[in-house]
């Protein structure tokens, strides 16, 4: 007796393939965020006031081997910004959407005094000066879709964004904040990690500090890198305001939001020389 064994393979799926419609889906979803995912709005309108805490006059007064110029103010002149978006797709119907802000402008700076160097007595000084503003900021979206005829959605975003200027060599670094809402906290740090909040990371909205309309946040902590020394501002839904531990942050518009922790190389505002130093963490929030 012949007898024939055949099999029967059960057919492969096809390979998910990024097309027209997906990339029109997806960027759907992105536009109408696109002011949330911008870094525009965290440069002010008019011109930002600077007093420097006593601790901090007498660092600059002692360090006598420059010319030491006190700011009283600086203010931003935007004259060009280009808004990007990177798409990386990978063959489970997910992509990840990098989008990626640059600015470049001028920062004027008003002068009222200065420390001649070698001296630690201050001169009055009527002057300004200009420094160039080249700044990059960088957020990140998961997008996922059960392939046919599902939907995109936006399943996570980053952390925050994160920018720096001129560059990130060249920049000063946030090592880590902390965050008080409610009875609740946050510590975030910025690199993607499995158990802690990062900068980096990708999350869920329902990762996101979460807050109703008029409710305050704190930011209980700011904590640099140890090699930078920093002049610190915070902007929530209003103008830059300078940092101090426990400054409270209250938002009305309801949706996503975002808390902006700015910090500014000294130098950046000693010194007439050089580039604008600075970085910015914009956090996300929700607001119902």
Request: aromatic share 12%.
């Amino acid at each position: 007796m012949l007898v024939i064994f055949s099999s029967c393979e059960e057919p492969k799926p096809e390979a998910w393939l990024w097309n027209a419609d997906d990339s029109l889906a997806i960027m759907e979803l992105v536009e109408p965020q696109k002011g949330f995912l911008s870094s525009k709005d965290f440069i002010p309108s008019s011109a930002i006031s600077i007093s420097f805490p006593a601790e901090l006059i007498e660092q600059i007064k002692s360090d006598t081997s420059y010319n030491r110029y006190l700011v009283k103010e600086f203010s931003f002149s935007l004259t060009d910004s280009v808004f990007a978006y990177k798409f990386e797709s990978a063959v489970d119907t997910t992509v990840t959407g990098y989008v990626y802000d640059t600015l470049k402008g001028q920062i004027t700076l008003s002068v009222d005094s200065f420390f001649a160097q070698g001296s630690e007595l201050p001169e009055a000084l009527d002057t300004s000066f200009t420094k160039a503003l080249r700044y990059s900021s960088r957020n990140a979206i998961f997008f996922d879709s059960l392939g046919g005829d599902s939907k995109w959605r936006i399943a996570k975003y980053s952390g925050g964004c994160d920018g720096q200027s001129p560059d990130v060599s060249a920049s000063p670094v946030l090592d880590s904040l902390k965050l008080d809402f409610g009875s609740k906290n946050l510590t975030v740090i910025f690199p993607a990690d499995t158990i802690l909040y990062g900068i980096r990371g990708l999350h869920e909205p329902s990762k996101f500090v979460s807050i109703s309309s008029g409710q305050s946040i704190s930011i209980a902590g700011v904590y640099p890198k140890e090699t930078d020394t920093i002049v610190l501002y915070v902007k929530g839904e209003g103008g830059w305001i300078p940092y101090t531990d426990g400054i409270s942050l209250a938002f009305s518009k309801k949706g996503l939001q975002r808390i902006y922790v700015i910090g500014i190389s000294l130098k950046s505002i000693l010194t007439a020389t050089g580039e604008w130093s600075s970085v910015i963490w914009g956090l996300p929030i929700v607001v119902n």
